[in-house]
Nanobody, 120 residues
């Protein structure tokens, strides 16, 4: 019903930057919020940044001042600009969306993830 496709991951050196994108498509009536989670090997999935349709953001303390979340409502796309990347940012990054679908049912949807590796 709803598909989320992430892009923009890759290998970057410490101090470098990447920009992740996540586009939502399908039977979407409206999107309440979109954001990013990440999961490193052997660790639990954790919130990175979250952005509501009203513009309210929430982000992990570990990324504040370095990562910026933004959204293009017309394109149903959310972005994550990641600057000053650190090795500890290495993880698989997943997009999540809180969506009301065409039948007016609400649900959470996940993308398949994109790998971010920070290494020299």
């Amino acid at each position: 019903q709803v598909q989320l496709v992430e892009s923009g991951g890759g290998l970057v050196q410490p101090g470098g930057s990447l920009r992740l994108s996540c586009a939502a498509s399908g039977s979407i009536f409206s999107i309440n919020a979109m954001g990013w989670y990440r999961q490193a090997p052997g660790k639990q999935r954790e919130l990175v940044a979250w952005l509501t349709s009203g513009g309210v953001t929430n982000s992990a303390d570990s990324v504040k001042g370095r990562f910026t979340i933004s959204r293009d409502n017309a394109k149903n796309t959310v972005y994550l600009q990641m600057n000053n990347l650190k090795p500890e940012d290495t993880a698989r990054y997943y997009c999540k969306a809180d969506v009301i679908i065409a039948t007016l049912r609400r649900g959470d949807y996940w993308g398949r993830g994109t790998q971010v590796t920070v290494s020299s």
